[in-house]
Structures are given as C-alpha cells and as structure tokens.
C-alpha cells in the first residue's frame, strides 16, 4: 500500500510537470489527463470484477441468508466483499457466480436487472482481464485463468454446466449438505466448458463461491 500511494504521488507530480499547454478545466475530468491518471491508480480499470469468498461452504448455500438461495447468494457475496482481495473501488453492487432453479448464471439480468452484460471486461481479483465481456465468458475459452487473475488455486461450488446453464446436480437448489451432489467448477482451468462446471461433488463437502462486483447499468446489459 505504501508503494502504491508513493508511485501515485511520483506519477501525479511527473504529469502535473509535463502538461504546460491546457486546453480545458481541470473541473473537467474526461479533458484533465492527471485527474484521469489518478482515477485509474486509485480505482482500477472498469469492469466486473470476480473474486472469490474467504470462507469455504457446504452445498446448503441458500441458509447463509434470509429466504431463498438467490437472495442467500447475494448477502453471502455481500458480506464477503469486505474480505476481498480486489483492486478495484469502482463497482459498487454485488452478485454471485452460481446458478440457481430461478436464475442460471448465463441469465443473470433476469435476477440482476441492472447487471453490465456485454458494456465491461470481466476481470479477475488483481485487474486482470479473463473475458472480453459476461457473454463470451461462457462461450470462448478464459484469456487467463482465474487463478493467475487473483483468486487462488481454489475450487468453487457453481451449480453450473460449462455453459452457464443451471446443472442438475444443485444440492437441491442449495438446500442439502449431505449425500446430493452439487456442480463445482476449478481457477486453474482455462477451457470454454470446463472450468464452470469441472465436475460434480457432494454436498457435504466444503467449497469457495464466487461472486462479481459490478457497475450497476440502466436496464441491463
């Protein structure tokens, strides 16, 4: 952090120096490039931001909650942004990488309304970008895995086939923690199909979840 804040004040003092000829307000900031500078050290590039739970859980997912798992979901990966590991300051709303009966991830604007589907990248933890937007990152291949991105080598619970389609192995819609099985997917896979929905486990056993930070749109993506 003490590096992060010296590069700044180096980087802000060297642009301050260079731009002698300004030709709009410094009010004004899509004209100001310092302004811009900072706005992107500070805050990080745009996009939905993945990042993975610090607590690992059992399949029952929808009793983290109040009501049904999509809302379950939602408080979990709200409560797990304050433990996150993103560099990013720029989202400001929360939403899970599981499917669930009501809402398949690959669908999530049916739940989420005002969820950026095709406007930003999606990155992983530390900035970098794993999909050039939500829709190809169920139908190409991963340009990093989410590993390298910043979550960790980790396994994660995503009720989920590869494609983003709510899987039949759901421990009951997150309902069970012993003998159903639930679709997991891995971070250190990179293939179209596969790291979503790597396989099915039980539910008793315990897994990370993955959730995404996001710059609410009007209407949806």
Partial sequence: MINRIFLILILSLFVQTCITDKTCSDQDRTCNPQANLLSLLLLGPDGIYIYASNASYQGNLSVLGTGALDSSL???CGQELAFSNMTSNRCS???????????PVNSIDIFYADFPTTEYPVRGPNGTMVASDYASLFTVDLEVSLEKAGTGNIS?????DGAGNTATDSCSNGEDNTSLLGASGVSNVTTS????GTSTVTCS????VLCMCYIPVSGGG
Avoid at 93 to 103: D, I, N
Avoid at 156 to 160: A, E, K, P, R
């Fill in 205 to 208: 056993q315990t897994h990370k």
């Fill in 74 to 76: 939602n408080f979990l």
């Fill in 193 to 196: 199909g596969s790291w979503l």
């Fill in 156 to 160: 994660f619970w995503s009720f989920s």
């Fill in 93 to 103: 709303k929360v939403a899970p990488l599981v499917s669930t009966t009501l809402v």
